[in-house]
């Protein structure tokens, strides 16, 4: 099972909304949905940002949003701040019942 | 709140077995996927496997020969084992809750152990 296709880097200034792509097939993110994404700053633990494809956990800013058209599911962040800047990382359950995840994209605010 | 900790050697020599440990404090061990994902330097991550609180597996196809993955539910501990390890096994590993509803989700995750694989 391929990795699922994230572009490898997105920048944006403070206050502006950027949007991280996520591709894969109809046998992952086509097919269901399970897709979350988590958040990695240098030196730390990934954290989940959203899950099953738009679900925000309590504690993440609803700056924070996501969805899903077809094969693609896209992680949004609006107004963003210096905090914001790390490494993204979406992942889908797939129809071999594995995990995969993505490339990941490191978010740079300018 | 849950809270996870890895532990286990951080330096092995090709052919050796990988033997990690993951500690859980805070919260119940049931009705979770106890999982691991590892993460090479500089790379993206990758699953390995979970074990369900009721004892059953599943693992990465790509490391199914090499992998098992074992419940201590009296200690709340979950481990991993993956023999025959090469360079390629070097990587930062976690350990994390797997929450299933729709999907299956992975909150939260321990610190990470580096494990590095070299002669």
């Known amino acids: 099972q391929s990795a699922l296709t994230q572009p490898a880097s997105v920048s944006g200034s403070p206050g502006q909304s950027i949007t991280i792509s996520c591709t894969g097939t109809?046998?992952?993110?086509?097919?269901?949905?399970?897709v979350s994404w988590y958040q990695q700053h240098p030196g730390e633990a990934p954290k989940l940002m959203i899950y099953d494809v738009s679900n925000r956990p309590s504690r993440v800013s609803d700056r924070f949003s996501g969805s899903k058209s077809g094969n693609t599911a896209s992680l949004t962040i609006s107004g963003l701040q210096a905090e914001d800047e790390a490494d993204y990382y979406c992942?889908?359950?797939?129809?071999?019942?594995?995990?995969?995840f993505g490339g990941g994209t490191k978010l740079t605010v300018l | 709140q849950v809270q996870l900790q890895e532990s286990g050697p951080g330096l092995l020599k090709p052919s050796e077995t990988l033997s990690l440990t993951c500690s859980v404090s805070g919260g119940s061990i049931s009705s979770y996927y106890w999982t691991w994902i590892r993460q090479p330097p500089g790379k993206g991550l990758e699953w390995i496997g979970y074990?369900?609180?009721?004892?059953?597996?599943h693992y990465s196809p790509s490391l199914r020969s090499r992998v098992t993955i074992s419940l201590d539910t009296s200690n709340k501990q979950f481990a991993l084992k993956l023999t025959s390890v090469t360079a390629a096994d070097t990587a930062m590993y976690y350990c994390?809750?797997?929450?299933?509803?729709?999907?299956?989700?992975?909150?939260?995750w321990g610190q990470g152990t580096l494990v590095t694989v070299s002669s």
């Open positions: 109809s046998s992952d993110i086509g097919g269901y949905n399970y």
């Open positions: 074990i369900y609180y009721s004892g059953s597996t």
């Open positions: 994390a809750r797997g929450v299933a509803t729709t999907g299956l989700w992975f909150d939260p």
């Open positions: 992942s889908s359950y797939t129809s071999s019942t594995t995990l995969i």
